[in-house]
């Protein structure tokens, strides 16, 4: 009897680490594609978006410093990549079903494009914030803003200390026009 309650546990056990493993995550996707063909990725520290942060806010600076970095993925269509597309959209549309992702706020419409902002943890101590985007004729992207105990709140008052930044749009410009 004791030999076949440890092999219903080992089963249990190697049942429960499989079922984890399977499940797909963000992070997983940006490593698994990030060099496949159609895709566009970049990684981001926030010393690269240069903010002067003597003229921010107590709490734009509380935000700054808790973020630590931006990763971005981009699919961008192409003639020869339709199929491909519709299928790495529903991918990554299925990963942010997990429950783990909350939402924040979502957008657009059918015409133009669709936005949604999701985050892991809780709303004023965020780890991960995850901002979705696609546009029909373009392709999607996804930013994965990184960080300790970040504020939702405190993030949106530095949108704004964001648009005067010295950004180096060159190291950018594949992102940047995409969302032209």
Do not use: H, W
């Not at 339709?82 to 529903?90: H, I």
């Not at 936005?115 to 943890?121: A, R």
């Amino acid at each position: 009897m004791t030999t076949s309650i440890k092999i219903l546990i080992m089963m249990v056990l190697v049942t429960t680490i499989l079922s984890c493993n399977q499940n797909a995550s963000l992070q997983m996707y940006f490593v698994d594609n990030e060099l496949k063909p159609g895709f566009t990725s970049i990684d981001v520290p926030t010393s690269f978006l240069n903010i002067d942060q003597t003229n921010l806010t107590k709490e734009q600076k509380d935000a700054y410093k808790s973020i630590n970095k931006l990763n971005m993925l981009a699919f961008v269509i192409s003639d020869n990549n339709k199929e491909d597309y519709q299928l790495e959209l529903n991918k990554v549309k299925d990963i942010l079903e997990n429950e783990k992702y909350e939402e924040l706020m979502r957008g657009g419409n059918s015409t133009d494009g669709k936005f949604i902002i999701k985050f892991i943890g809780e709303e004023d101590s965020i780890d991960e914030l995850i901002l979705f985007g696609n546009a029909n004729e373009k392709g999607f992207a996804i930013i994965r803003v990184l960080g300790d105990d970040m504020s939702a709140k405190k993030i949106m008052k530095l949108y704004s200390a964001i648009d005067t930044a010295n950004i180096d749009e060159s190291q950018i410009s594949q992102f940047a026009d995409f969302f032209k």
